[in-house]
């Protein structure tokens, strides 16, 4: 929860509200300085590089009219 509500004309400029909340055993988990435990290994690659550069180039090809850049 934020520490203070938003005011209304600001709620707009989100496009997903998360909640994470504490897990089963009320504790945090992965904080180093709790734990002593070194970091946890990076998660999977979801994309390659290549992929990346193939969807860059396809943003690339999208047509937006002058007028909605205005």
Known sequence: MA???L???Q???FLL?????LSGSG???GDPSE???ALRA??????TGEEVLELQALVDRVVVDDSLVD
């Open 35 to 37: 734990t002593g435990t």
């Open 27 to 29: 504790q945090r988990e």
């Open 11 to 13: 709620l707009d400029r």
């Open 17 to 21: 509200r998360l909640r994470i909340g």
């Open 42 to 47: 990076r998660p999977p690659a979801v994309l």
């Open 7 to 9: 005011p209304e004309s």
């Open 3 to 5: 520490p203070y509500p």
